[in-house]
């Protein structure tokens, strides 16, 4: 068996390093996120009581406006499970070329995760490679419910 890793650099001057065949899921989350809902309250395969081993779990969608301008989704939480990591791996830190689409790249504004759903959809196998058919596919989905106004705005979830 081949051995993979997920890097992922913390800081300018840390690392983490985790062995991707070691975990049946990987859950990433914003170091300042405080969850107020219980785990069972939420919308995505994660809160099952076995998940999906194909699912992606992404925290929530952007505003509507937001979403439909560029699938803007939430950068506070992602659950990979064993089967898309390879992908997940692959895909942060990179940038579409041309494009505005960005998954936490140090050259795109605010080098944050709101695009990374551009991104993961065709590396993780998305019919069409588009995020239309990725979320009809049932391949992602959202553990809370939209934001109505902003990303940060205030909700039950968190």
């Known amino acids: 068996m081949v051995t993979r890793t997920l890097t992922l650099t913390l800081s300018s001057t840390s690392t983490l390093t985790l062995t991707l065949t070691r975990y049946d899921m990987v859950i990433l989350a914003r170091h300042d ?5 219980p785990l069972d309250r939420w919308a995505c395969s994660l809160a099952q009581p076995r998940f999906s081993p194909t699912v992606l779990s992404v925290g929530s969608q952007c505003d509507q406006r937001a979403w439909r301008s560029f699938n803007c989704t939430s950068d506070l939480l992602y659950a990979v499970p064993r089967a898309l990591l390879d992908a997940f791996s692959r895909t942060i830190g990179t940038r579409a070329p041309g494009r505005e689409h960005c998954c936490f790249s ?11 759903l551009n991104l ?14 990725f979320v009809a596919a ?3 989905d959202f553990c809370w419910p939209p934001m109505h106004f902003k990303a940060s705005e205030w909700n039950h979830f968190f």
């Open 33 to 37: 996120v405080q969850l107020l809902s």
């Open 106 to 116: 140090g050259g795109c504004l605010g080098q944050g995760g709101h695009g990374c």
């Open 120 to 133: 993961l959809a065709p590396a993780m196998g998305a019919a069409g490679g588009t995020v239309a058919s």
């Open 138 to 140: 049932g391949q992602v």
